[in-house]
């Protein structure tokens, strides 16, 4: 059996965690920029080390009021420390839960700026190291992927079921109709079809029906074949 990742974002305040991680095989866990605390990560790493969920650090701009979806011009250096900041809190806490950080992945404005931007994509790479070694990377194909594969990091390529696609691939903003998809079924029926394509796919944990459309897309996935296995 081929195996296939199912990812989402946890940590954020927003949805129902520990129900998530009984369905997901990846946890994104938010590490303060952009939402949570040092409470929730600790609660979110010690029920994923119970559930032998994979824990991977979503990191950030330094942007709670815009939830990480402002784009922001911030330098390499500074960049560069406030991931490895991330990084570092999220380590310490998976340790303390018996677990360790698998990868890492931006989130929102960062995620879309390091598809295109070198220097951001850098700061991101020599910030998401634990260690002495460079975390694996979760993306879409682009500059970030790009460069980790250069520097002899393991990629994760993923996909996005529950959002719209521009020609190009990249994602349909926000803001634009059919941006975000909320029918479970076609959400799911979606996952089954980018798994032949991708390492992973991801649910996002950021709305109410979050559960139950994670469940719909596991269901699907394992009817088709598909062995869940963490990153």
Known sequence: MRPIDLNADLGEEVTDDAALLTVVTSANVACGYHAGSEAIMRAVCRDA??????????VS???????????????????????????????????????????????GALYHRVLDDEEQARAVLDGSVVDGVGLPVLGMPGVLLRLAEEAGRATHR?????????????????????????????????????????????????????????????????????????L
Do not use: M, N, W
């Open 49 to 58: 080390a119970a559930r032998g969920v994979s824990v991977g650090a979503q």
């Open 158 to 230: 993923e996909g996005f079921p529950d959002r719209g696609v521009l020609a190009s691939g990249r994602l349909l903003p926000r803001d634009r109709p059919g941006a975000v998809l909320h029918d479970p079924a076609a959400i799911a029926a979606r996952a089954v079809e980018l798994a032949s394509d991708v390492r992973s796919v991801c649910v996002h944990g950021d709305h109410p029906g979050a559960v139950d459309t994670a469940r719909a897309v596991r269901r699907a996935l394992e009817a088709g074949g598909l062995a869940l296995v963490g």
């Open 61 to 107: 701009y330094d942007d709670r009021p815009g939830f990480g979806r402002v784009a922001l011009d911030v330098p390499y250096a500074t960049l560069r420390a406030q991931v490895a900041d991330q990084v570092r809190t999220l380590a310490a806490l998976a340790r303390e839960a018996g677990t360790e950080v698998r990868y890492v992945k931006p989130h």
